[in-house]
């Protein structure tokens, strides 16, 4: 991969985790430490902080959702299958 290849995905993950709320940074932060320490081992030392950083962008966009209320009639539906 270029470099400037890699620094306009660096960009772009950036742009995806700047709107990541205070309340929802170690939670998400956390998270993709998890899930990345799986992949990590597979993938360029060079892109794990992008790979990290867009973990974090998702995860906290999903908490954003589960907030503000956006998943609530998929998550009742799911309770409701697990009964």
Do not use: W
Request: proline fraction near 2%; include cysteine.
């Amino acid at each position: 991969m270029s470099d400037d290849h890699k620094e306009d995905l660096r960009s772009l993950v950036g742009h995806l985790g700047a709107g990541i709320r205070d309340a929802h940074y170690r939670p998400a932060y956390d998270a993709a430490a998890n899930v990345c320490s799986g992949i990590f081992g597979t993938i360029p030392v060079g892109l794990h902080d992008v790979v990290h950083e867009a973990v974090m962008a998702g995860y906290a966009a999903a908490l954003s959702d589960l907030e503000e209320g956006k998943l609530d009639d998929q998550v009742r539906e799911r309770s409701e299958i697990n009964e």
